[in-house]
């Protein structure tokens, strides 16, 4: 994570350090933290920005009444939108990172930077994508690697912040496929590019839509 941060666009704020210690949190010289504290609060912290979500077994009534005792306080006022700058500039695509770890580790991961799909929530498609390029059935990315001999796992997931999406796919390498990752990654691209290919994703996206309610219905209870 934190080499995707030291690889992003500066101006942007998903490329900042993301925890302190009392260095860089300690007071300054006539700039003591918790004015800025205090200041970020009252720019950010609002009521308008906040959604609320309420269950019990009392009446819609008296779930209203202690919402408002609860909440009523909060304060709500205009937050006024933030210049947005890519996460990535021009020369931070399509480039090449190699990390040598301290442990022996054989991984490729593939980075894809998307818009935010928040807006998108119904469809879910960045989950769908998920679906299919970490799906390890007949005819998959997985599936064609390990038969090879050079996968050991693949994982594919999503990250990023509230203006852009990061898609990932991540594969575990074996000896074999570590000497072969180039081979590898262009499977990666011919996978997408049949995906690009299909006239409609519909029968995918019902077949994730069943996984999804089957899930649902048979889910472990929680804590």
């Known amino acids: 994570r934190e080499i995707r941060r030291k690889t992003a666009n500066p101006s942007h704020p998903f490329s900042k350090f993301s925890v302190g210690n009392l260095d860089t949190l300690a007071d300054r010289e006539n700039d003591p933290v918790w004015d800025d504290l205090k200041a970020f609060y009252d720019a950010e912290y609002s009521a308008s920005r906040m959604a609320l979500a309420v269950i019990g077994r009392q009446s819609t009534d008296e779930l209203m009444g202690m919402v408002e005792g609860m909440f009523s306080e909060v304060p709500a006022h205009t937050v006024k939108p933030k210049g947005s700058v890519p996460a990535y500039l021009p020369g931070q695509l399509g480039v090449r990172i190699n990390v040598e770890p301290l442990a022996e580790l054989r991984t490729v991961e593939l980075q894809f930077p998307a818009p935010s799909a928040t807006r998108h929530f119904r469809e879910r498609p960045v989950e769908l994508l998920l679906f299919l390029l970490g799906h390890e059935g007949e005819g998959s990315l997985f599936s064609l690697l390990k ?20 898609v990932s796919v991540k594969i575990g390498l074996t000896e074999e496929g570590f000497q072969n990752w180039e081979d590898v990654v262009g499977h990666c691209f011919q996978y997408i590019r049949l995906l690009g290919q299909e006239e409609s994703l519909e029968r995918y996206f019902e077949e994730k839509r069943r996984i999804s309610e089957l899930n649902f219905q048979f889910s472990e209870p929680q804590k």
């Open 147 to 166: 038969a090879k001999g050079w996968a050991e796992y693949l994982s594919s997931f999503d990250s990023g912040s509230d203006d852009h999406t990061l």
